[in-house]
T-cell receptor, first 115, second 115 residues
Framework: DGGITQSPKYLFRKEGQNVTLSCEQNLNHDAMYWYRQDPGQGLRLIYYSQIVNDFQKGDIAEGYSVSREKKESFPLTVTSAQKNPTAFYLC??????????????FGPGTRLTVT | GENVEQHPSTLSVQEGDSAVIKCTYSDSASNYFPWYKQELGKRPQLIIDIRSNVGEKKDQRIAVTLNKTAKHFSLHITETQPEDSAVYFCAALFAGGTSYGKLTFGQGTILTVHP
């Protein structure tokens, strides 16, 4: 299960607190992604990044922020502005499309519970 | 944007039977269609994929078919086994550029294989 890691596996926070989820990859992938997974729904894209110091909003970016200071790392901050933060968060990485390998590799996920 | 619909949401079969999961997509420019398997509490993992220049692809007990005209693709699992029990996600991507391609996921199908 190496390649892309997320920590912690479970995270509990009180409402109103910001929390940062870690994502690290050693696959030398340029692109990294954050998804949110809720029961009965598919994976929804929060943010993505193709290159260091650059990132773009996905479909549900409100209440989240990211940074990409290193190629290997793409942390996600869930802010107090996110109205329903309790969910399973998945990080993924891939090569760029020009390499013609379109597979996204997922981390093990972080289950965040906010009460 | 792309929209992917997946059916059924739950599927229950007896061991040894076949299982079929269907997806439709809206963007005719999409040209890459992966299927991911996610076991309970674990990360999604790619099990098979197909590109738009191919109509069918097989890998042992798993096959995927693609109908570009109708904009739908299906996952076929033959001789199902209890370890096939998981959530299956389809996805679609337009890989026409040289950088990032956004994967749009279906809602998922919970497959249960009864011994």
């Amino acid at each position: 299960d190496g390649g892309i890691t997320q920590s912690p596996k479970y995270l509990f926070r009180k409402e109103g607190q910001n929390v940062t989820l870690s994502c690290e990859q050693n696959l030398n992938h340029d692109a990294m992604y954050w998804y949110r997974q809720d029961p009965g729904q598919g994976l929804r894209l929060i943010y993505y990044s193709q290159i260091v110091n650059d990132f773009q909003k996905g479909d549900i970016a409100e209440g989240y922020s990211v940074s990409r200071e290193k190629k290997e790392s793409f942390p996600l901050t869930v802010t107090s502005a996110q109205k329903n933060p309790t969910a399973f968060y998945l990080c993924a990485s891939s090569t760029l499309l020009r390499d013609r390998n379109y597979e996204q590799y997922f981390g093990p996920g972080t289950r965040l519970t906010v009460t | 944007g792309e929209n992917v619909e997946q059916h059924p949401s739950t599927l229950s079969v007896q061991e040894g039977d076949s299982a079929v999961i269907k997806c439709t997509y809206s963007d005719s420019a999409s040209n890459y269609f992966p299927w991911y398997k996610q076991e309970l509490g674990k990360r999604p993992q790619l099990i098979i994929d197909i590109r738009s220049n191919v109509g069918e692809k097989k890998d042992q007990r798993i096959a995927v078919t693609l109908n570009k005209t109708a904009k739908h693709f299906s996952l076929h699992i033959t001789e199902t086994q209890p370890e096939d029990s998981a959530v299956y996600f389809c996805a679609a991507l337009f890989a026409g550029g040289t950088s990032y391609g956004k994967l749009t996921f279906g809602q998922g199908t919970i497959l249960t294989v009864h011994p």
